[in-house]
């Protein structure tokens, strides 16, 4: 279980961590990408790549402290089955193709303790419809010393296995295909 959570508020969203902390599961996500009108227009999703870096920042280092000392309390009280939970930040291209401003919003991510990046690559007003600019996964990934994960467009083991191949990167994310037909990772497991 991988835990994703979203919101304006740094001081709800890090209260919201500690709650989730206790009940394990592989990781713990940000979502600084949907760009869907009725959470980006609230503060939430991408709007967070709008917000100054140093508040993007306290919010991130808030919940990797959170995680740490949750881990660290399980532990204590003799928890040793409790791990410590992965710090990964879904986000967009942001408004633009700016890839500098990209790459230095991701490393402030990495620096205050995200450990893997998953990368929708269309910029904020992109719908549907326009192809993910998967080249930017591809670059990320060899920018960034974090496991970068592709996501967008992926419909088909053919299309997963090409996409990895192209664009090389640690992993992939599927959303609207997982939706739509569960049984694609049965079909990419096999493929591979």
């Known amino acids: 279980m991988v835990w994703q959570l979203t919101g304006s508020d740094p001081e709800s969203m890090i209260k919201a961590a500690g709650m989730l902390v206790p009940y394990g599961g592989i990781g713990l996500d940000l979502n600084m990408g949907c760009s869907a009108p009725n959470i980006a227009t609230h503060g939430a999703g991408i709007a967070w790549m709008r917000k100054p870096l140093a508040e993007v920042a306290a919010l991130v280092g808030g919940v990797r402290k959170t995680i740490d000392d949750g881990a660290s309390a399980a532990l204590s009280a003799g928890n040793v089955s409790a791990g410590k939970l992965r710090l990964s930040v879904k986000l967009r291209l942001g408004e633009d193709e700016d890839y500098a ?92």
Not at 179 to 189: A, H, N, T, V
């Open 101 to 192: 401003r990209l790459l230095a919003f991701c490393r402030m991510l990495v620096g205050e303790g995200t450990e893997l990046i998953t990368l929708h690559p269309r910029v904020r007003k992109d719908k549907y419809g326009r192809p993910a600019r998967r080249q930017y996964v591809a670059r990320l990934a060899s920018d960034l010393s974090v496991p970068v994960y592709g996501n967008g467009d992926v419909d088909s083991a053919a299309n997963a296995l090409e996409y990895m191949e192209k664009y090389p990167c640690a992993g992939l994310m599927i959303g609207r295909a997982a939706i739509q037909k569960p049984w694609i990772f049965g079909e990419i497991r096999r493929a591979v």
